[in-house]
């Protein structure tokens, strides 16, 4: 694609509340614009890349058996009044057309357990692993931190059903791995972490958290056993027992609830066992928010220039920029190689976002290092004096030049490689 | 897909105002479910159906330049104030914390226009030609007729931004095609009608109408200049001139406006032209409703039995049921020869429901009718003492049988194949 026509360019503005990295240089970088506190637009770049991660996010949960629906956003009072929920802090509340009273979805097990109700009869019904991927809404006081806590954010919510609490606990520990799954295949090197199981049970619940400097959680890492543990469930003496804990700034990325029958019992939902006899329903609740996990990448990903996107979400591979020249014939012959490569690497497969724009080479290379796709090549007088062009990674401060017959394959070999991410905050 | 896992089986029930063939069928196939008057779930075939509709919408877009984003649902009351539109009714209002107000999308004019203004500056960035394709919220008293009208229903919204009638114009005519092309690709024959600008504009704006006898909308072709009319244009004397008009029952699949300056000039846009001097910016909006367009093709396609999905739109291309045997080393060859065709099938890009389940042949094939996908193959004890498996399209009448080893390249080379579509109502 052509960054001359793409809408939404590179801007020295920042929102308002620009509080983080995200929101900064998503925002400058042209992948976002606020339109209110918590709530952002997606340009076509930052669409790109959120719907990379939705993707990611989608097959493994198709790995492990999810099934994908949708359920509205806008709810009728009475799923919530049947959970004992209806009062909830984060749900938007309103009264539509006949006084009929609804809310915005902020979570959905009180849509989707009864879904599931009326979709099963029997014990041979199950498992159930429905999730969905849309919209949320929550009503935050103090919307902040760009995509980390928004209004309305992306997530997709996986619900799981199992009548045994060991059918349970099995796909409770597949999901941890496909969650990591996901964070590695993002770029994100997540711990699994033990918080408080919540209102709903006595067990623990577990949050997956990405080390940051500009987290505003704490991950207490037991230095004897290892385990990673939540604040909530450190005791309080311990908060600061450096010598106990290896303490970390954290974002959360991710978070998984076994919801035992705090749900299924709200609706009296039960199922016909094989022994004829009524069975209860376990439940579990697993949440990632694809914007969140967009917001952290940039968080953990960037430098004082702009982002560094991991290969795998970056909105396009490759930023290729053509410098100009004031001779004619070699600004033919520049164009003509870009569109060249342009072409043969998109047909292998590589996106090129392709900088044509008659612009200096300074203002090119910031906006390259701004928006902050992986590789950059650069196609000038100088470049094509030796019939190459120029290749710089963007986690590499050297730049080499790469022979234009040898560039296709020497892309698709980069692409296919795997990605050594090293966190520059 | 093996039928027995699939979530969302078939039922007898549906919605309580299964008051149109799609609300009824939709629901008793089990592709959506009613959470409330006006907004459903979709469950696994559904959403796979409405992915399908959205990624030809999408192709559409992108091929006459339009560009994908995503503009929050959760909207601050200032836009539509700006834009005078804060009272309108369709809009669901409401406060959230610290008493801000807010209101769901109803649509995007009021959105998509500063966020235009804040990315342009002179004639150079023009056109802009953006979209979007996520749910939209209507405050309808009288939500009905199953995806027809919904109060959250999936729209595709696109916004043109020109600075010169001509090029709005041309963009406009171009429009029709890409939406003719989506309609003819979904199966649906529409007509564009012309309908009035309503408040925006003294010129027309037009929608495409497809026949159907279910349809709530009339549209007038004029016997001698062919022109299709929508009621609103037509002189209220002539609304029963059968003389004049053939009139034809319709469901409207979706509409474009000329907005002129209706909204630029509510907001102050205007950009530097080539002279330097400040240029008005005409838009245009371009709307379809994924989500109504599955209801529309399946209010045309179908027929007693059930549904009849266009092979471009079914959820999967072959229903395949395997039929019991009660000779184990019968039905074990059975199993091994559908799981075989399963999976070379799906390699080859054919997409197969596999009905494994152990019931009646009846009962699967009565499923696979209101299930409606376009090809159903049998493997039974008898096709396969014929070394074959039985092959009947949802359109014909007659089965026929096909060699096993043949099955996999006439499978394809079928889906390659133009349809040959007839309405059956």
Known sequence: MKYSTLFGKTTKEAPHDADSPNARLLTQAGYIHQLMAGAYTYLPLGLRTLKKIQQIVREEMDAIGGQEISVPMLTPKKVWEDTGRWGIDVLYRFEGAGGKEMALAATAEDMVTPLVKSFTSSYKDFPVLVYQMNDKFRNEPRAKSGLLRGREFNMKDLYSFHLTQEGFEEFY???????????????????????????????????????????????????????????????????????KYDIHKTIEVGNIFPLET?????????????????????????????????????????????????????PFHVY??????????????????????????EAAGVEVLWDERNT??????????????????????????????????????????????????????????????????
């Open 173 to 243: 520990e597949k999901s941890k791995g496909a969650y990591l799954n996901v964070y590695q295949r993002c770029g994100l090197d997540a711990m699994v972490v033990k918080a408080s199981g919540g209102d709903f049970t006595e067990k623990f619940s577990h949050e997956f958290q990405v080390k940051t400097e500009a987290g505003e959680d704490r991950v207490y890492v037991d230095k004897e056993s290892g385990d990673a543990l939540n604040r909530e469930v450190v005791p309080e003496e311990d908060w600061e027992n450096t010598d």
């Open 320 to 345: 290729m920029a053509s410098l100009s020249s004031k001779d004619e014939a070699v600004q033919a012959r520049i164009d003509e190689v870009a569109a060249g490569l342009h072409d043969e690497l």
């Open 360 to 425: 200096r080479p300074g203002s090119k290379f910031a906006d390259a290092d701004l928006i902050g796709l992986p590789l950059r090549l650069v196609v000038s007088e100088k470049t094509l004096a030796e019939n190459a062009v120029e290749w710089k990674e963007r986690h590499e401060d050297e730049a080499r030049l790469v022979g234009i017959d040898d560039l296709v394959e020497q892309a698709k070999q980069w692409l296919a490689a795997p990605e050594r991410l090293t966190s520059h905050e």
């Open 262 to 314: 705090r749900f299924s019992d709200a609706i009296k939902f039960t199922v016909q066992g094989a022994d004829g006899s009524p069975q209860k329903v376990i439940m579990g609740s697993y949440g990632i928010g694809p914007s969140r996990v967009m917001g952290s990448i940039v968080e953990v990903h960037h430098d004082e220039k702009g982002i560094r996107w991991p290969k795998a979400v970056a």
